[in-house]
């Protein structure tokens, strides 16, 4: 069974500075996803950024990045030029790329890491 | 474009009661997922409906079940409620069609208290 570990509970960062989020994983699987989901006190779960395990170029959206290193099975998330509407708890999650009769596609999802934003 | 949605937001219910939620997916999406989200923890996957058929299951008991209906909307109920059951409950939707690269969208939640 596949396994998402977040090992930070809490993070805090400085305004405009850059936070790195940790995230491990254990799978036997080759092809899967991997997610960065943002969850504010409002309870929605946004997607931040998402990676294909089958592409070495890390994903980056905006500010966000990603470092996947996938002999490791290590996705970290990294935040550069920290918003204030940055402060939420941050998941990682892992899907499968195995479809077998229509199933498949559920997330698994890591503990979180709450993340503060200081002015 | 609406996206997911899910009703009520907050509900109260005591032990023993049996509970019914509701989640409209986005529009063009087909396929509802169902999760529980205790406090302070990551959402743990119950079940998935593609096709009004239940697809995947995560460890859940069968006091769990759902249904998802042909304009693929779906609900969650859950009978003889625990108080281990208080949680957030979310619904997420996707789309099979190139369903390999298509991310899921979340809902708002549902909160459940159990007292």
């Known amino acids: 069974a596949q396994t998402v570990t977040q090992s930070q509970p809490e993070m805090s960062v400085q305004e405009a500075e850059t936070v790195t989020l940790s995230c491990t994983y254990d799978?036997?699987?080759?092809?899967?996803?991997l997610f960065w989901y943002k969850q504010p006190p409002s309870r929605q779960m946004i997607l931040v950024i998402r990676?294909?395990?089958?592409?070495?170029q890390n994903a980056t959206e905006n500010r966000f990045s990603v470092n996947f290193q996938k002999a490791a099975k290590s996705f970290s998330l990294k935040i550069s030029d920290s918003q204030l509407g940055d402060a939420a708890m941050y998941f990682c999650a892992y899907r499968s790329a195995i479809m077998i009769y229509n199933q498949g596609g559920k997330l698994i999802f890591g503990q979180g890491t709450e993340l503060s934003v200081k002015p | 474009d609406a996206g997911v949605t899910q009703s009520p937001t907050h509900l109260i219910k005591t032990r023993g009661q049996q509970v019914t939620l509701r989640c409209s997916p986005k529009s063009g999406h087909d396929t509802v997922s169902w999760y529980q989200q205790a406090l302070g923890q990551g959402p743990q996957f119950i079940f998935q409906y593609y096709e009004e058929e239940e697809r995947q299951r995560g460890n859940f008991p069968d006091r769990f079940s759902g249904h998802q209906f042909p304009n693929y909307s779906s609900e969650l109920n859950v009978n003889a409620l625990l108080l281990g059951d208080s949680a957030l409950y979310l619904c997420a939707s996707s789309s099979k069609t190139g369903y390999s690269n298509q991310p899921q969208h979340f809902g708002d939640g549902t909160r459940l208290s159990i007292l």
């Open positions: 990676q294909e395990a089958y592409k070495q």
């Open positions: 799978t036997s699987e080759s092809d899967y996803y």
